[in-house]
């Protein structure tokens, strides 16, 4: 069995933290590097819920995409929410490392796997400078309307669902799509002439003025169901380490739906 700090180390080679944002806090959270690894679990968020999973699967190692402390911390006390999370693992010898921004700008990375996903055709990438986002072709052109049915049925479920803007009817040949928060990457998608755009988190007024700029189709997913497929990508490129090294290691992809939405509801809504 691989020590702690070899994983690690294939990790960084895939995701190589100097090419995380200045402001993102990505590498290991904890763990013993000189610890055994045999089991790994793959999740977005590093929630007690994934915690408690861990726990139950006997994983040494748990691999999220979000940060644990994004903005630092001066105390890891389990009367906080964080804090338990931290001593949990600890308590049972589990290791957390985080790959972030520097697995969003990976070559495969969140972008990727969010393509494969729907079985996208990946051309290049809308962001150039730092390999962020993607752009892709379909099969055969759908209206927005079956794109946006396609992404409904090839990502997780959560409450949100999806949300689209545009015409229903017109034809999508070529789509930009980046997982996460997307609106900051509107010039970049109008640069690319793509057709429709997928992503998530997308807010009124960039979505509105996107929209009446030019005739651009915007399917707005859930965040966390836009970069859980990274989380089987990525389970999936640890597993032919594995095999490579010979290690034996047990990878998993947790099913849990950490998104924060709950329900969802419609109604006729109040007079205007």
Partial sequence: MPRLSEVIAELDALWPPERAESWDAVGTVCGDPDAEVTRVLFAVDPVQDI??????????????????????????????????????????????????????????????ALAGAL??????????????????????PETLAEFSARAAKRLPATAQ???????????????AVSGGSGDSLFGAVRVAGVD????????????????QQSPLGLVDAAHWATEWPWCEQAAAQLDEISDRHGWDLRVHVSK???????SHHTSPGAPN
């Fill in 51 to 112: 915690a408690d999973e861990a726990i139950a699967l006997g994983a040494d190692l748990i691999v999220t995409h979000h940060p644990l402390y994004l903005r630092g911390t001066t105390t890891v006390a389990a009367g906080h929410f964080k804090g338990r999370v931290v001593h949990t693992l600890i308590k049972h010898d589990i290791a957390l490392h985080v790959a972030h921004t520097n697995a969003d700008t990976a070559d495969p990375g969140v972008s990727d």
């Fill in 119 to 140: 079985d996208l055709r990946v051309t290049g990438p809308l962001v150039p400078e730092n390999n962020l986002g993607r752009i892709c072709e379909l099969d055969r």
């Fill in 161 to 175: 669902g999806i949300r689209v803007a545009g015409d229903p009817g017109m034809t999508v040949r070529r789509v």
């Fill in 196 to 211: 429709a755009f997928l992503t998530a988190d997308l807010r009124h007024h960039p979505a509105s003025e996107a929209t």
């Fill in 256 to 262: 849990t739906v950490t998104d924060p939405w709950s």
